[in-house]
Antibody, heavy 120, light 111 residues
Framework: QVTLRESGPALVKPTQTLTLTCTFS??????????VSWIRQPPGKALEWLAL???????YYSTSLKTRLTISKDTSKNQVVLTMTNMDPVDTATYYC????????????WGQGTLVTVSS | NFMLTQPHSVSESPGKTVTISCTRS????????VQWYQQRPGSAPTTVIY?????PSGVPDRFSGSIDSSSNSASLTISGLKTEDEADYYC??????????FGGGTKLTVL
């Protein structure tokens, strides 16, 4: 059974750095073809893909946010961490992690999401 | 980078058929698989179509996906509409440098 769960602060102040952790089970990120992505969704708005890390430690970032994002993995802990620097109120969103296959980049399992509010 | 454009909203009556389009701005729609996700309010997205036209187990065959190279678009068709199908639907595809491009989402109202 595949599960993913996001964790991190519910509230951050402007200019701070956000660190989110995705803890997963039911698969290994060392298996060929496996990837984990982060996606966010501001309230009432569309999904926005942020970053991906794959089994080979290759990393991909959203073109518009790449200067602010870092994704990493700890295979032994079954965790993927996303950091986003210089947070702004427009970054207020529900942040999801999801398992993704490298072949078709199909997101088959999602976490329940965590709401992050940016406010002073 | 390419974009995926969806209609903002569609509406149809129960029992009818509705089609939601997803148009790719550059590059061939047929070059990379397209997925479709359903999102109900307050919930995470779930997949209704993957790899253009494949249904995950548990998704009824009322849901189907297709690709049209002539219009460079993908389509999600839902037949025999039920009130439970009312949700937001997102298409998603990728290219060599962007593993996750989402469309802007379509709100389906079943009235």
């Amino acid at each position: 059974q595949v599960t993913l769960r996001e964790s991190g602060p519910a509230l951050v102040k402007p200019t701070q750095t956000l660190t989110l952790t995705c803890t997963f089970s039911g698969f290994s990120l060392s298996t060929s073809g496996m990837c984990v992505s982060w996606i966010r969704q501001p309230p009432g708005k569309a999904l926005e893909w942020l970053a991906l890390i794959d089994w080979d430690d290759d990393k991909y970032y959203s073109t518009s946010l790449k200067t602010r994002l870092t994704i990493s993995k700890d295979t032994s802990k079954n965790q993927v961490v996303l950091t986003m620097t210089n947070m702004d109120p427009v970054d207020t969103a529900t942040y999801y992690c999801a398992r993704q296959y490298s072949g078709s980049y199909y997101l088959d399992y999602w976490g329940q999401g965590t709401l992050v509010t940016v406010s002073s | 980078n390419f974009m995926l454009t969806q209609p903002h909203s569609v509406s149809e009556s129960p029992g009818k058929t509705v089609t939601i389009s997803c148009t790719r701005s550059s590059g061939s729609i047929a070059s990379n698989y397209v997925q479709w996700y359903q999102q109900r309010p307050g919930s995470a997205p779930t997949t209704v179509i993957y790899e253009d036209n494949q249904r995950p187990s548990g998704v009824p065959d009322r849901f189907s996906g297709s690709i049209d190279s002539s219009s460079n678009s993908a389509s999600l068709t839902i037949s025999g509409l039920k009130t439970e199908d009312e949700a937001d639907y997102y298409c998603q595809s990728y290219d060599s440098s962007n593993p996750g491009v989402f469309g802007g989402g379509t709100k389906l109202t079943v009235l």
